[in-house]
């Protein structure tokens, strides 16, 4: 089992930036896929990003494509998401999840992810 911290949360005036982390430890970072999800208030969680193990490949959601990019950094065992132009509805609870060890390929549902952080709040005011 991997445990997951994300940061990088916070208010930011939209239009703004901000850049997530997720910090892994338990296994070896480059041996499965992560992804990144949110959670808006009265909502459900929905994909933001997903990245392979190797992080050659990436997938993000496509009403997102251009503002966020998520990569990784496997000697730093570290996922990152990088959000830019940021809107008041990007705001929710943005959460990192760890996929199956050793699983090929890109992971864009919630039910194939076994291990996630406890979440980081990103608000954005307009």
């Known amino acids: 089992q991997v445990q997951l911290v994300e940061s990088g949360g916070g208010l930011v005036q939209a239009g703004g930036s901000l850049r997530l982390s997720c910090a892994a430890s338990?296994?070896?970072?480059?041996?499965?896929?992560m992804g990144w999800f949110r959670q808006a208030p009265g909502k459900e969680r929905e994909f933001v990003a997903a990245i392979s193990w190797s992080g050659r490949s990436t997938s993000h959601a496509d009403s997102l494509k251009g503002r966020f990019t998520i990569s990784r950094d496997n000697a730093k065992n570290t996922v990152y998401l990088q959000m830019n132009s940021l809107k008041p509805e990007d705001t929710a609870v943005y959460y990192c999840?760890?996929?199956?060890?050793?699983?090929?390929?890109?992971?864009?549902?919630?039910?194939?992810?076994?291990?996630w952080g406890q979440g980081t709040q990103v608000t954005v005011s307009s």
């Open positions: 338990g296994r070896t970072a480059s041996s499965y896929p």
């Open positions: 999840a760890g996929g199956p060890e050793g699983r090929v390929g890109l992971l864009r549902s919630q039910y194939e992810y076994a291990d």
